[in-house]
């Protein structure tokens, strides 16, 4: 079985990559490698015993897609995990991410409608609910005015994808998920952002080993018990599962709606706070911080409830926050030496 997995060389993609090759699929990566490198496909297959097929291809450019999808005619699902993903950035440069993100997004749905059937797996966020009135967040929590471009793009991609499967033979699942972290326990893949890290961990990791002076806290005065925003943080590889549990729900047609979402999280928040002192516990670190402004986009608050996908997936996240913030120094530390 062919699997296409776009953004497939980037944090989330690559370890997914892995999970659907442990399971014996054919798999297909398209990166454009703008925020990674080809060096994970060298840890792909140190894993997997495998390299995946991959073409460097930019989603943006409608003709290629086109070209793509009539070389490989065979393809049974596409995981859709190309796309632009920091909240600061996207508030900086909107425009940037609309293209990229819903560009894209319709150029891939619009081959698949071409088949008489096709399974897509969208890697959605926790943003689209915006600020949730209520913890922990369910799926049937009402869709907030977006706080960002970014939150926006992942809505308006839901939206797309749920129009586009009421006329077309494509089944969907929405996975919304929330703070991906950590690294597969063989230190061959992580996060690898190019530049300044854009999310909490990295930065934090790369303060720890001394490439950044200090990590900036953004805001100590948010409603939670100790002033700094809360997040739902999930081992990668617990996410990379749930994607593949998610791809065999739709070929072996046990999907009952042509549209189904999924929280992936692990039903427990964390503050920033929380989230540096389980650092410096694995790491044996003191971490230097400073508390700045809040930073325009963030929200206080946001944590999974995990029940739908824990009863109907059968999936459950199984790594504690300790465990994935050591597994993301370990990588650290492998990346620097």
């Given amino acids: 079985m062919k699997i296409l997995v776009t953004g497939g060389l980037g944090f989330i993609g690559s370890h997914t990559v892995v999970e659907l090759q442990n399971e014996g699929y054919e798999v297909i990566v398209v990166d ?3 925020n990674t490198s080809l060096s994970v496909l060298d840890g792909i297959q140190n894993i997997t015993g495998k390299v995946p ?7 943006r450019e409608k003709e290629k897609v086109q070209d793509f999808f009539k070389r490989h005619h065979d393809i049974l699902g596409v995981i859709h995990f190309a796309a632009s993903k920091a909240v600061g950035e996207s508030v900086e440069n909107p425009l940037l991410y609309y293209e990229n993100n819903i560009n894209a997004l319709v150029y891939v749905l619009q081959e698949l409608q071409q088949k008489p059937e096709a399974n897509f797996i969208f890697s959605s966020s926790c943003t689209v609910y915006g600020q949730a009135e209520s913890m922990p967040i369910t799926e049937n929590a009402s869709i907030q005015t977006a706080m960002s471009p970014y939150g926006n793009t992942k809505q308006i991609g839901e939206e797309i994808i749920t129009d586009t499967t009421k006329v077309t033979n494509i089944n969907a699942i929405l996975l919304r998920y929330f703070n991906p972290i950590g690294a597969h326990p063989s230190t061959e893949i992580g996060e690898l952002p190019i530049g300044v890290p854009q999310n909490l961990v990295p930065f934090i990791t790369q303060t720890g080993f001394g490439l950044r002076k200090e990590l900036s ?3 100590d005065d948010y409603p939670t018990p100790d002033g700094t925003a809360v997040r739902d943080y999930i081992h990668v590889v ?3 599962k749930a994607h593949v549990i998610a791809l065999q729900r739709l070929l072996n047609k046990k999907n009952t709606a042509k549209v189904e979402t999924f929280n992936l999280g692990t039903g427990t928040g964390s503050s920033v ?5 389980t650092f410096e516990k694995v790491s ?3 971490l230097p911080y400073k508390i700045v402004g809040r930073r325009e986009g963030d929200i206080t608050s946001a944590y999974a409830n995990t029940d739908k996908a824990n009863d109907i997936l059968g999936w459950k996240a199984q790594s504690t926050l300790e465990e994935a913030m050591a597994s993301a120094w370990k990588w650290e530390q492998k990346i620097r030496s």
């Fill in 273 to 277: 706070l929380e989230v540096i002192q």
């Fill in 284 to 286: 044996g670190k003191k």
């Fill in 238 to 240: 617990d996410l990379a």
């Fill in 217 to 219: 806290v953004y805001g």
């Fill in 53 to 59: 097929a991959f073409e460097k291809l930019d989603l």
């Fill in 32 to 34: 454009n490698l703008s």
